[in-house]
């Protein structure tokens, strides 16, 4: 009788285990449903901005003929900027949903940082040459081991990284490259910046999709939001790390990545990419 007892208990003590597995599941089902209508709305809100200037613009063009030539040149610039801004927009969110599903192909290889940096520089020079950049400097130390990555992201990663350091910081400001081993077979790389800075309550939710300060400043740097979204993604799948630092608005920013060396058997691509 007791071995019965005991039989039924184990019995029941499985089910209330599978039920109570089956309740942890259900959540988290509910939970990436609720991160998918809000990925969809906030997505559908992006795109919608844009699209309703350039329609404006166009109605505006098309109803009014004897529109002055001057403003007529202004809603044209406008509808210009707005159709840039989604094709930008487009770009970056079928890049970041690639990355998150996994079906990017890598192709790691030993490369030297210092290449990696350069086209990083001139692609970040040749996209804002319209305006004038804060001062670059670029100090790595000489015998840096090689990196273990897939070029074209390393490059991504970093231009991004710049990219931003820049379009943050005045152009009486400085921006600084450097990389230190940080005796754990990885390589720390820092895009340093002395522009506006960031809140320490805001240095994780930078890396959320879509987040940008709000107001004027969004629309006088531009950008889509998902820029360190993607980074994030990259340098997770290399096994390294990403996060900002920062003493608080208008003292800078640093952002630092970790990068595998050469030989590391350590490093392992995150299992699932994570979500915001
Ligand atoms: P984007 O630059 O296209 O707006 P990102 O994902 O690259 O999108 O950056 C998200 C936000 O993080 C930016 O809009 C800005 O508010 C903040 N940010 C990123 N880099 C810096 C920086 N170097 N200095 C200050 N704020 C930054």
């Given at each position: 009788l007791v071995e019965a007892i005991a039989t039924q208990l184990g019995v029941a003590l499985i089910q209330a285990e599978a039920y109570a597995n089956l309740e942890d599941l259900n959540e988290q089902l509910e939970a990436l449903d609720r991160t998918r209508s809000n990925l969809i709305a906030i997505?559908?809100?992006?795109?919608?901005?844009?699209?309703?200037?350039?329609?404006?613009?166009?109605?505006?063009?098309?109803?009014?003929?004897?529109?002055?030539?001057?403003?007529?040149?202004?809603?044209?610039?406008?509808?210009?900027?707005?159709?840039?801004?989604l094709r930008e927009l487009v770009q970056?969110?079928?890049?970041?949903?690639?990355?998150?599903?996994?079906?990017?192909?890598?192709?790691?290889?030993?490369?030297?940082?210092?290449?990696?940096?350069?086209?990083?520089?001139?692609?970040?020079?040749?996209?804002?040459?319209?305006?004038s950049l804060p001062q670059i400097t670029?100090?790595?130390?000489?015998?840096?081991?090689?990196?273990?990555?897939?070029?074209?992201?390393l490059v991504e990663v970093l231009s991004k990284l710049?990219?931003?350091?820049?379009?943050?910081?005045?152009?009486?400001?400085?921006?600084?490259?450097?990389?230190?081993?940080?005796?754990?077979?990885?390589?720390?790389?820092?895009?340093?910046?002395?522009?506006?800075?960031?809140?320490?309550?805001?240095?994780?939710?930078?890396?959320?999709?879509?987040?940008?300060?709000?107001?004027?400043?969004?629309?006088?740097?531009?950008g889509t939001g998902l820029g360190l979204a993607i980074c994030r993604q990259i340098v997770q799948n290399w096994g390294g790390q990403i996060w900002a630092q920062s003493d608080g608005k208008d003292l800078g920013s640093q952002f630092r990545f970790t990068i595998p060396i050469v030989g590391n058997t350590k490093a392992q691509p995150a299992e699932s990419a994570s979500e915001t």
């Open positions: 997505t559908g809100h992006e795109l919608r901005t844009p699209l309703s200037t350039i329609q404006i613009c166009l109605e505006s063009l098309a109803q009014e003929p004897d529109m002055p030539l001057e403003l007529r040149q202004v809603m044209l610039n406008t509808a210009l900027d707005d159709a840039e801004r970056d969110f079928l890049t970041l949903s690639r990355l998150e599903s996994g079906r990017v192909e890598w192709h790691p290889e030993p490369l030297p940082l210092g290449e990696c940096v350069d086209l990083a520089l001139s692609s970040v020079r040749s996209r804002q040459a319209e305006v670029t100090c790595l130390p000489s015998e840096l081991p090689l990196v273990q990555a897939d070029g074209e992201w710049l990219d931003n350091a820049c379009k943050f910081t005045p152009t009486q400001g400085q921006v600084t490259i450097e990389a230190q081993d940080n005796q754990n077979q990885m390589l720390e790389v820092t895009i340093g910046d002395t522009g506006r800075g960031i809140e320490p309550n805001r240095l994780e939710a930078v890396f959320d999709r879509f987040y940008q300060e709000e107001g004027a400043l969004r629309r006088t740097t531009g």
